[in-house]
């Protein structure tokens, strides 16, 4: 029973693997500010949001613009000021090198997490799963863990994000484990494991890809059935719902109904039945603990993980960016619910003033999470500006005679 320390050979090759491989997502942001500066205050699991004000809905987007740029109204010098052009990111010049120098038919650019056999022909091994799911577990959640994967059927590749060490242990109790791949880091969270091993062209094979906790109650959970009704709903983002019979919730919108088969926003508790519960986390909500996604929603989400902010707070009050509509592509799926058995529990307990005691780290999540939000704001201005600037160069080389 040793721990293991090192990340494993896996992580090695996946490393490798996304230097070469990483095709550019675009990232169209098509709703825009809509719900910027949002997770307002309330850090991770303080619900101050409120639902009834004004400003939600796409209508009055350009309002909002122009109202968020105060210092980009006109410029005095209207003509064309060359934009910056950064250089390419390190992994865009290997992708331009691997297309350069290699003949295009021999260029693979995604791949998965399927284990293969030495021997055989490779046609003949076992194919790529068409789900993935991935959990970070310790192995003293192991029961809970076990019963979740037999919720989960052959469609599914399992991938273990192991933040103890443990990994060896389970292949000796779980005959399923022999099949998944494990990720050993020590006392990682799992938005750090998800950015480092869940790159998009890695998961590219994967129709749906849930990253889940580990304190999920699933006992009545199908997967299979999951995916049905999201695929069925059109849901991009979604998570099952929460039994509040048997678990907790945080926020009213995804706890489980029982009239329903998905919901995707709510009335209920401080969120107004008035349509302008549309915006987190009244609608368009889905919280980081056990959410699904498709292949290309996660293809967005994976760039939104900072690598620094390790926790990951923030995140789910801005999922809704990474769809084209995010009330209607977000959702909760009722039919198919979980209980949330415990809250927070990253974190020695005991002495708080400790290093890595569970106060330190929730205050840590808490700083991440006003950082997220101070970045994002940074960013959508900036796009806001860039996007101004460009208008008006356009508008200035309109007004332009024609060169003679
Ligand atoms: C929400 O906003 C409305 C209108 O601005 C205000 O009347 C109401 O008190 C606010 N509610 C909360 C809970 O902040
Ligand atoms: C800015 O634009 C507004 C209307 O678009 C115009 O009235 C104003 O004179 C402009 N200001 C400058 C400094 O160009
Ligand atoms: C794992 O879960 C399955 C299904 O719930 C159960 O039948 C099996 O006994 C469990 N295995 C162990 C080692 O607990
Ligand atoms: C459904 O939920 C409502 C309240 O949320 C409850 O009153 C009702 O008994 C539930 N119905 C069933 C069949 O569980
Ligand atoms: C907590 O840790 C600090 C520093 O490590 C130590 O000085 C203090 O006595 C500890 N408190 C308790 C209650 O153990």
Same mark, same amino acid.
């Given at each position: 029973?040793?721990?293991?320390?090192?990340?494993?050979?896996?992580?090695?090759?996946?490393?490798?693997?996304?230097?070469?491989?990483?095709?550019?997502?675009?990232?169209?942001?098509?709703?825009?500010?809509?719900?910027?500066?949002?997770?307002?205050?309330?850090?991770?699991?303080?619900?101050?949001?409120?639902?009834?004000?004004?400003?939600a809905?796409?209508?009055?987007?350009?309002?909002?613009?122009?109202?968020?740029?105060?210092?980009?109204?006109?410029?005095?010098?209207?003509?064309?000021?060359?934009?910056?052009?950064?250089?390419?990111?390190?992994?865009?010049?290997a992708?331009?090198?691997?297309?350069?120098?290699?003949?295009?038919?021999?260029?693979?650019?995604?791949?998965?997490?399927?284990l293969?056999?030495?021997?055989?022909?490779?046609?003949?091994?076992?194919?790529?799963?068409?789900?993935?799911?991935?959990?970070?577990?310790?192995?003293?959640?192991?029961?809970?863990?076990?019963?979740?994967?037999?919720?989960?059927?052959?469609?599914?590749?399992?991938?273990?994000?192991?933040? %103890?060490?443990?990994?060896?242990?389970?292949?000796?109790?779980?005959?399923?484990?022999?099949?998944?791949?494990?990720?050993?880091?020590?006392? !990682?969270?799992?938005?750090?494991?998800?950015k480092?091993?869940?790159?998009?062209?890695?998961v590219?094979?994967?129709?749906?890809?849930?990253?889940?906790? !580990?304190?999920?109650?699933?006992?009545?959970?199908?997967?299979?059935?999951?995916?049905?009704?999201?695929?069925?709903?059109?849901?991009?983002?979604?998570?099952?719902?929460? %039994?509040?019979?048997?678990?907790?919730?945080?926020?009213?919108?995804?706890?489980?109904?029982? %009239?329903?088969?998905?919901?995707?926003?709510?009335?209920?508790?401080?969120?107004?039945?008035?349509?302008?519960?549309?915006?987190p986390?009244?609608s368009?909500?889905?919280?980081?603990?056990?959410?699904?996604?498709?292949?290309?929603?996660?293809?967005?989400?994976?760039?939104?993980?900072?690598?620094?902010?390790?926790?990951?707070?923030?995140?789910?009050?801005?999922?809704?960016?990474?769809?084209d509509e995010?009330?209607?592509?977000?959702?909760?799926?009722?039919? !198919?619910y979980?209980?949330?058995?415990?809250?927070?529990?990253?974190?020695?307990?005991?002495? %708080?003033?400790?290093?890595?005691?569970?106060?330190?780290?929730?205050?840590?999540?808490?700083?991440?999470?006003?950082?997220?939000?101070?970045?994002?704001?940074?960013?959508?201005?900036?796009?806001?500006?860039?996007?101004?600037?460009?208008?008006?160069?356009?508008?200035?080389?309109?007004?332009?005679?024609?060169?003679?």
């Amino acid at each position: 029973m040793r721990s293991n320390p090192i990340l494993m050979v896996l992580s090695a090759a996946a490393i490798g693997l996304l230097v070469g491989v990483s095709s550019p997502i675009r990232i169209a942001p098509t709703v825009l500010p809509l719900f910027s500066s949002l997770g307002g205050g309330g850090g991770g699991g303080g619900d101050d949001a409120n639902c009834t004000s004004a400003g939600a809905g796409g209508r009055n987007m350009a309002a909002r613009l122009s109202a968020a740029l105060p210092f980009f109204g006109n410029s005095t010098t209207s003509t064309a000021t060359p934009m910056k052009v950064s250089p390419p990111a390190k992994s865009e010049e290997a992708k331009k090198g691997a297309e350069r120098l290699l003949p295009p038919d021999i260029v693979v650019r995604e791949s998965d997490l399927h284990l293969r056999r030495l021997w055989g022909q490779p046609r003949e091994d076992t194919p790529v799963r068409k789900y993935l799911v991935a959990l970070t577990v310790g192995y003293s959640e192991r029961a809970n863990v076990n019963a979740t994967v037999h919720k989960f059927s052959d469609n599914f590749d399992v991938m273990l994000f192991h933040y %103890d060490g443990r990994t060896t242990e389970w292949d000796a109790e779980f005959e399923w484990s022999r099949q998944a791949i494990h990720v050993s880091a020590r006392k !990682q969270a799992k938005w750090w494991y998800a950015k480092r091993f869940m790159h998009p062209s890695v998961v590219a094979p994967y129709e749906y890809v849930f990253l889940w906790d !580990q304190d999920l109650g699933a006992e009545t959970f199908d997967a299979e059935e999951y995916i049905r009704v999201a695929r069925k709903h059109g849901l991009e983002i979604s998570q099952p719902g929460l %039994d509040i019979v048997r678990g907790v919730k945080n926020y009213d919108v995804n706890v489980r109904r029982n %009239d329903t088969e998905v919901h995707t926003s709510t009335s209920a508790g401080r969120c107004s039945a008035q349509d302008a519960a549309r915006r987190p986390p009244c609608s368009a909500f889905v919280e980081v603990m056990a959410p699904v996604f498709t292949r290309r929603a996660w293809a967005c989400v994976w760039h939104m993980i900072q690598n620094d902010l390790v926790h990951g707070w923030g995140l789910d009050w801005n999922f809704w960016r990474c769809v084209d509509e995010p009330g209607r592509q977000m959702g909760v799926v009722d039919a !198919q619910y979980v209980a949330h058995h415990h809250g927070f529990t990253l974190g020695d307990k005991g002495n %708080d003033t400790v290093d890595g005691s569970r106060r330190k780290v929730r205050l840590r999540a808490s700083a991440e999470f006003g950082e997220f939000k101070a970045r994002l704001y940074n960013a959508d201005r900036a796009q806001q500006a860039a996007a101004a600037l460009l208008a008006q160069s356009k508008a200035a080389a309109a007004a332009a005679p024609p060169p003679s």
